[in-house]
């Protein structure tokens, strides 16, 4: 058993295998990055049951990582840039001392499992975690501390960007009517510096509205409402994709009924020249000699031939249908 702050070394290359780096149960209070790093083929990096308090300082550039284990140790905070871990899919941080997430979590925009049970966390990322009991609920709590960070960070953009350009209105401010208030402060007797130390109060008051601000945005507004804004979109994609499947449906509908008018068609008139070749041919023979005059000479001859070849064919079958059996 290591004394506490004594750092313990172990052999990466017997502890990788495939593409997978098992380093549980170790004892470690350091992670062994670069040697985990000239593995390039580890894609599953396994720290749990050590005394880990951080990550340290290059961590992240294990950018291979899709599977990590970190649960059941004492980190207290991950990395600022931890979010270089994009290839990240699956995170276990079960049995932690985690407080909050770092903004860069919002780039992990493959993770599908998050596991942070266990962990302190202050009540506004409770609420977005959730329970993380079931493995729906680790999904569900992957796919919004992404969504709250993407969030966060947005806001603290629009912070910055507000603090800046405050900034340079003091500066121009002060560049502007400086040589003024000088002269009448001299001329009034008043002391140069009571008008500059109102500008630092105003400069605090405001940051501070912009964080309440942004506060105020992250607690009013959950998770679940990020996708709210595409509620209408969503809705009319599917009454397009309704308005699609119906028009689809009628044009079906349309070829099957103009196929079986067709088809009823046909058998109406098979069965009308069958009728009318067997009243020419047996009920009337007169008509058909008739039209025999009026075929071509050369054809003539062919055409009464098979004529009567067909003839006597039916007229036998007909006359065989006909007798009973005891005659046969």
Known sequence: MPKVG??????VKD??????????LSELSEIPVKEIASFKRVTVLDLSSNRLTSLGRNFSILTRLVRLDLSKNQIRNLPEDFGLLQNLRHLDLFDNCLVYLPLSFGQLRRLRYLDLKGNPLNPTWAKFVGTC????????????CVNVCIRMESVAERQRLAQASQEREQSADLMSGGGDSHNSGQANGA???AKKSTKPNNKKAKLKKLAEAAENDLTIKPVNAVGAGNGTKSANQKTNQKKKSTNSTSWLNMIQKVALSTLVTFMVLVVINILLIYMIMFKNPEISEKLV???PHQYRDWIVTKTDIFRLRVTDWISEFRTPPEEH
């Open 15 to 24: 502890r990788v295998q495939d593409e997978v780096c098992d380093l549980s």
């Open 293 to 295: 005059e009026y075929i």
């Open 133 to 144: 009991s079931t493995l729906k609920d680790c999904q569900e709590a992957a796919k919004n």
């Open 191 to 193: 002391q140069p510096g």
């Open 6 to 11: 004594e750092k313990v070394k172990v052999n």
